[in-house]
């Protein structure tokens, strides 16, 4: 079965150094993983370094975030077209922790019709924050997804990725249940077919939340994903290799 696994480092490692050497490590997994795909999504100060010395095709390389707009007075942060010449093919929109400083549904909107044309692939990131017995989880997620395609057309929307992270499950002691993210990802393919049309029939689904080397193939083999975003257990040499080898057995 293939699997997309996201290496999310976030703000890690501390130096180019330990950079290089979990790069290596990362690379070897991929490379030994026919039928997992690994997309590595380093720091932006790392990117263009670790990507230009890369000459393989098992691995691809994905910024963690990038603005809407295509330049200006924009202190801090980097462009689509900035992450496409540091040979990044996607980049990561809407991730929670980037929601949390302040990102909202309308800036996911723009950023993903901004991918996509420039010819990155969108990896758009939605979860609710806490749940209850009343299922409104199921509402806010209809709202990141139904801003996140709005401007997308029609024929595009099978190159988004969506990541589920639901926000209580991130850096979390375990993910959440494999049969409920089952249906997290009927669900999030019905609202998109129902908003936008058949292209949501295919769309590729991942999940993300306190995946390591234990538990990734539970949640690929009944959680109904095409894969996976790892944070923690990705800046891990020996867990992330574990978990990539896990999956290239399945
Ligand atoms: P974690 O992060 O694997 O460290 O829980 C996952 C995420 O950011 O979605």
Redesign the pocket.
Known sequence: MKSIVVA?WKMNPATFKEARKLFEATRKAAESAKNVAVIVAPPAIFLRELSVGYKGKRLSFAAQNAHYEAGGAFTGEISMSEARDAKCSSVIIG???RRGMGEENDDTRRKVVAALTIGLTPVLCVGERTRSQSGEHFEFVREQLVAGFADVPPAKIPRVII?Y?PVW????ERPMNARDMHEMAIFIRKTVVDRYGQGGMNLKILY????DESNAEDMIQNGDVNGL?????STDAEKFSALVSALGAL
């Open positions: 999310n991730h929670a922790e990541v992270e499950a991130i850096g979390a993300g939340g306190s995946i975003l790892v944070g923690r257990a």
